[in-house]
């Protein structure tokens, strides 16, 4: 691996997609999916022991580190092949959140303490983001103040990740002069962990309670002061890594779709003939076919640009996490009406992907929240 940012080859990043493809293919089948979902949606050891073992869990870090010295072109890759099969990882997670806040703002000291145990995958970790994408008015509700030479935390941050198998947690909060993001233990005292019930029950979402949770000036990752928005860049970058990889995930699902979709077009027979050939399905296929391949192309580029610029992409990462996310959650409604009544039932894998597709376009920010960034990146 080159670790050139935003400039992978190609052939290189087509052997990563390969090699996610069939590791997920393998150790991930729907069965597999369907075992996370009953047990509540808690990630999936198996395939991440498994990622691990291929390096991919630390693809993106250096290899100082325990990395593959990749970018986030080549993470993309893999997230997109979790997304084929509603992999049920803490690569999101623990990868392009907790490594990602790690690899931007960590010190010497935080990064190799943290960072080889990350890639390993002996640890877990995850980042509470979701304030950040939470109406302005709501942003405060994790707060930060100064209480004998230390920070103490207090409040409520939901949707958390992965959080009930973190070890590591990075928390943001409010302080008088804008952001703080802290390094938190999670049998830290005061801090507790609750379970989200979803919808798409193969994610894990989580909400974190913070009662008066200290945290030492060494365990602090940035702090906003007057004129130096640390905190804040990393927030934005941390933001558009996690739109990115949301993105990436359903152009995966998007794809998994069209193949399932068609290929029961093909076989399913209406008046002597394949219902594939009449020309009202052949249309809705290939309108699947063109939200599919106007994703990836979007999320290809958002992808180059944030392994460039994490913090500066803006638009890009938007862009792509409202147009993929959308999409993969229209065409899986669309895939719905094509397989008739056998796409409702439990038995078929259809609804595991129908689900992570509309869970996806809610997930770190709702389409509001994007499509107004887009117009001020635009305007």
Not at 36 to 52: I, M, N, T, Y
Not at 69 to 93: D, R
Not at 195 to 210: E, H, M, S, W, Y
Not at 226 to 231: F, H, K, R, T
Request: hydrophobic share 45%; aromatic share 6%.
């Amino acid at each position: 691996m080159t670790g050139r940012q935003g400039d992978c080859a190609d052939d290189e990043r087509a052997a990563v997609r390969d090699l996610a493809r069939r590791l997920v293919a393998d150790v991930f089948p729907s069965s597999r999916a369907r075992a996370v979902a009953h047990k509540g949606g808690a990630p999936d050891a198996g395939l991440d022991r498994e990622l691990a073992s291929a390096g991919l869990l630390g693809l993106e870090l250096p290899e100082e580190y325990g990395g593959g010295g990749g970018s986030f072109v080549e993470l993309a890759v893999v997230l997109e092949a979790l997304g084929e099969h509603v992999g049920a990882s803490t690569l999101l997670s623990s990868a392009v959140l907790c490594c990602g806040a790690l690899s931007l703002a960590g010190t010497g000291a935080q990064r190799e303490r943290w960072l080889p145990l990350l890639a390993a995958g002996s640890v877990c970790g995850t980042v509470a983001l979701g304030e950040w994408f939470s109406a302005p008015g709501a942003r405060d509700r994790v707060v930060a103040k100064r209480a004998d030479g230390a920070w103490e935390l207090t409040g409520r941050v939901g949707h958390v990740p992965d959080a009930r198998v973190s070890r590591l947690l990075l928390l943001p909060a409010r302080t008088p002069d804008g952001w703080l993001v802290a390094l938190a233990g999670s049998s830290a005292a005061g801090l507790s962990v609750t379970p989200q019930a979803q919808t798409d029950r193969t994610r894990c979402l989580d909400d974190i309670v913070l009662d008066a949770v200290g945290i030492r000036d060494a365990d602090v990752l940035a702090l906003d002061t007057p004129g130096a928005p640390d905190a804040t860049r990393l927030l934005t970058a941390l933001a558009n890594r996690a739109a990115v990889a949301v993105a990436a995930d359903s152009v995966g699902n998007a794809r998994r779709v069209l193949g399932m979709t068609v290929g029961h077009v093909r076989q399913r027979r209406q008046f002597d003939r394949p219902i594939g050939s009449f020309q009202a399905v052949k249309h809705q296929a290939a309108d699947m076919l063109v939200n599919l391949e106007t994703s990836a192309a979007l999320v290809d580029d958002a992808a180059r640009a944030l392994a460039l610029e994490p913090s500066s992409c803006d638009l890009a990462a938007s862009l792509a996490k409202d147009h993929a996310c959308e999409l993969a959650a229209r065409n899986a409604g669309t895939a719905l009406q094509l397989h008739g009544g056998i796409g409702y039932t439990w038995e078929y894998d259809l609804h595991l992907y129908f689900k992570r597709a509309l869970l996806n376009e809610f997930l770190f920010g709702e389409p509001r929240w994007h499509r107004d960034r887009v117009l001020r990146g635009l305007f």
